[in-house]
């Protein structure tokens, strides 16, 4: 299996500030990189897919980037709608498996 | 509009059998992967496996292969996932799972979520 690895665990920010999440993948897994969001007591929700491509309805703050192990989630202006755990995973190969997570609070 | 509705939250005891349900509609069941991701208490996302309902072709995480039996009922647009034997450690929110077309690796629309809880 393709393990991911996210990085940082967790973090503290502000309304208002920038925040970057990496992920790295063990293996070259071209653009094939979604990004999940997923809110206390509830579902997650595919935010981006193939690295950079914001799923409908997803607001303009949020961007990716990123090719072959190295990927990065950017959130410009955090909202507090915001606060929230951040998945990556690869969709690359089966079984497609996600990062740690990256927990976004106050 | 699509809808993943699932079957209500568990408590089973160790050694029972157990079958979870996710009623679906709002698109074509039988042209979507659907499948199933755990989620252990205060852990992180885990792909279990997926269904083609079309043709039932199931695939499996080598992680979950011969723990679990997933399967679908076209006429009912419903998946399932099911254990004949539950251990304590399967307890977890497992949530339903669409794929997009034509992957079975990108989830595009989650259920809310079947709580089990396996205590003795």
């Known amino acids: 299996d393709i393990q991911m690895t996210q990085s940082p665990s967790s973090l503290s920010a502000s309304v208002g500030d920038r925040v970057t999440i990496s992920c790295r993948a063990s293996q070259s897994i071209a653009r094939f990189l979604n990004w999940y969001q997923q809110k206390p007591g509830k579902a997650p929700s595919l935010l981006i897919s193939?690295?950079?491509s914001l799923q409908r309805g997803v607001p303009s703050r949020f961007s990716g980037s990123g090719s072959e192990t190295d990927f990065t989630l950017t959130i410009t202006s955090l909202q507090p709608e915001d606060f929230a755990t951040y998945y990556c995973q690869q969709s690359h190969s089966t079984p497609p498996t996600f990062g740690g997570g990256t927990k976004v609070e106050i | 509009e699509v809808q993943l509705v699932q079957s209500g939250a568990t408590l089973k005891k160790p050694g029972e059998s157990l079958k979870i349900s996710c009623n679906t509609s709002?698109?074509?069941?039988?042209?979507?992967?659907i499948g199933w991701v755990r989620q252990m208490p205060g852990k992180g996302l885990e792909w279990m496996g997926v269904?083609?309902?079309?043709?039932?072709?199931?695939r499996y995480s080598p992680s979950f292969h011969g723990q679990v039996t997933i399967s679908a009922d076209e006429s009912t647009s419903t998946a399932f996932l099911q254990w004949s034997s539950l251990k304590a450690s399967d307890t977890a929110m497992y949530y339903c799972?669409?794929?997009?077309?034509?992957?079975?690796?990108?989830?595009?629309?989650w259920g809310p979520g079947t709580l089990v809880t396996v205590s003795s």
């Open positions: 193939v690295a950079s």
């Open positions: 709002g698109y074509t069941f039988s042209s979507y992967w």
């Open positions: 269904i083609y309902p079309g043709d039932s072709d199931t």
């Open positions: 799972a669409r794929h997009l077309i034509p992957t079975m690796t990108t989830v595009d629309y």
